[in-house]
């Protein structure tokens, strides 16, 4: 194993994640960072760990969780254990929100995107309803309070990465003013429950390890391993989404897509690969698998075969 210079995980057995919304079918960006977080966590004798995040009703199309796990099966990325859908969890949430406005770590917001942005000119909040502990008349979301000092992790493919919270964003949404719980709350929560020890997602969530790293010191829980992959971009530099209309990887002959994600994560699978089946070709990819191997940038052009 990599060993890191701030790492809680390396004392513990390896439990690893991939943690997709329901938003829609998987895609080859979302194949890839499964096919990671797969091998890594096999490569390590590991646990992984099969999570929905379907922590936003409106965004979650119907049928969509049950087709991102045929995928998954059909792909030959077998998890452990059962599946934890974030939607069954609100009462531990809620707990977690009351005792943090009950230590005034958090604090209660009405202020809206155009307040902000009048105030400051950007999306960094200044701290306006900083000493707002009791529930306000209007909506309200709630916000924890972050510190000045500066948030430093090391990254087993980005490196040494650092910010301050306060002028990156400033005191960040635990829970929105229609009481639906924030990402970050919930990712931090689970990934403790489930005793994540390495997290390997894509780049795009690179900025949100740090309100997580933040979250886990304020509420003492371990720090995860993390290794942010780049993320598959289209030709005009979108991260490939529901959004930016990304193509549904197909349930038929997955070795084409497996070899492009095993290409595409620097791990340089034979062709021969493609003439056999997805069985021989994991197996060669968990033999060989290192991370390290991984490239070391943001960003990966899709492919146009």
């Known amino acids: 194993m990599t060993k890191t210079p701030d ?27 499964a096919v990671a977080s797969f091998l890594d966590a096999r490569a390590h004798n590991g646990t992984w760990l099969v999570r929905m995040e379907d922590l936003d009703p409106p965004r979650t199309q119907p049928g969509a ?39 005034q770590n958090a ?25 707002c502990y009791q529930k306000p008349q209007k909506p309200a979301a709630i916000r924890i309070k972050v510190s000045p000092n500066l948030t430093r992790f090391h990254d087993l493919l980005q490196g040494w990465v650092e910010t301050k919270l306060d002028q990156d964003g400033g005191d960040f949404v635990i829970q929105r003013k229609d009481g639906l719980f924030a990402y970050h709350l919930a990712v931090v929560l689970d990934d403790a429950a489930q005793g994540v020890t390495h997290i390997v997602r894509g780049c795009d969530l690179l900025d949100s390890a740090f309100r997580h790293r933040y979250l886990q010191t304020l509420l003492q829980l371990p720090h995860p391993v993390y290794a942010h992959l780049p993320v598959i971009v289209n030709p005009q530099g979108q991260k490939l989404s529901k959004q930016t209309h990304a193509e549904a990887i197909p349930l038929s002959n997955p070795l084409p897509h497996l070899h492009y994600c095993l290409r595409a994560l620097g791990q340089k699978p034979p062709q021969s690969l493609l003439a056999t089946d997805k069985e021989t070709l994991l197996a060669w990819a968990l033999e060989q698998w290192q991370i390290q191997r991984v490239p070391h940038r943001r960003s990966l052009q899709q492919p146009t075969a």
């Open 65 to 103: 969780a049950e087709r991102i796990l045929d995928t998954l099966q059909f792909y030959g990325l077998d998890w452990d254990g059962d599946v934890l859908y974030q939607s069954q969890r609100s009462p531990l949430y809620q707990s977690l929100v009351d005792q943090l406005l009950q230590q």
């Open 7 to 33: 790492s809680d995980a390396k004392k513990h057995p390896y439990i690893g994640r991939f943690a997709p919304s329901p938003t829609g079918p998987l895609h080859i960006g979302s194949l890839m960072t």
């Open 107 to 131: 604090f209660y917001c009405t202020c809206s995107r155009t307040d902000i942005f009048a105030l400051t000119g950007s999306a960094t909040y200044p701290g306006t309803c900083r000493r």
